[in-house]
């Protein structure tokens, strides 16, 4: 255990959230997210939910601020599913990066050509649907 470091972020995510550099992105994909199928680097924190995976990530991770910089998956056209985890995600980023610029929607299946460049994918136990989402790296001032 490290002081100031969430204890629900693994050895492992803080190894990997240090080799990022600017612009390389990050996904933490729901429980329904192919995650072994979309990247080589999948890290895994089964058991935990998007939402405080989100605001333990932030408080280590800066928002890159020269480009959009948080992307959400859109719903599917005419699926009825409920997205309120997306409103706990904007509170949960706006509180935890001052850079933090809004939500870009990004249709299903180019999320997962973006997933698939991505640095590495946090695989969650997250339940809500389209609770996928990517955020790109800053750089620390």
Do not use: C
């Not at 959230?17 to 999948?42: C, K, Q, T, Y």
């Not at 997306?86 to 997933?115: H, L, M, N």
């Amino acid at each position: 255990m490290l002081k100031t470091i969430p204890s629900i972020l693994s050895p492992e995510l803080l190894k990997v959230l240090m080799e990022m550099g600017h612009g390389d992105e990050l996904v933490i994909g729901d429980g329904n997210f192919p995650a072994a199928s979309m990247n080589d680097r999948v890290v895994r924190l089964d058991g935990h939910g998007g939402e405080e995976i989100l605001k333990a990530i932030l408080q280590l991770f800066p928002l890159d601020t020269y480009a959009p910089n948080a992307f959400l998956m859109e719903k599917v056209p005419g699926d009825p599913a409920e997205t309120p985890i997306w409103d706990s995600y904007e509170k949960i980023a706006k509180a935890g990066d001052p850079g933090f610029t809004g939500f870009t929607f990004v249709e299903r299946f180019a999320f997962y050509e973006q997933s698939k460049k991505a640095y590495a994918i946090v695989a969650t136990g997250e339940s809500a649907l389209y609770a996928n989402i990517i955020l790109k790296k800053g750089v620390v001032l």
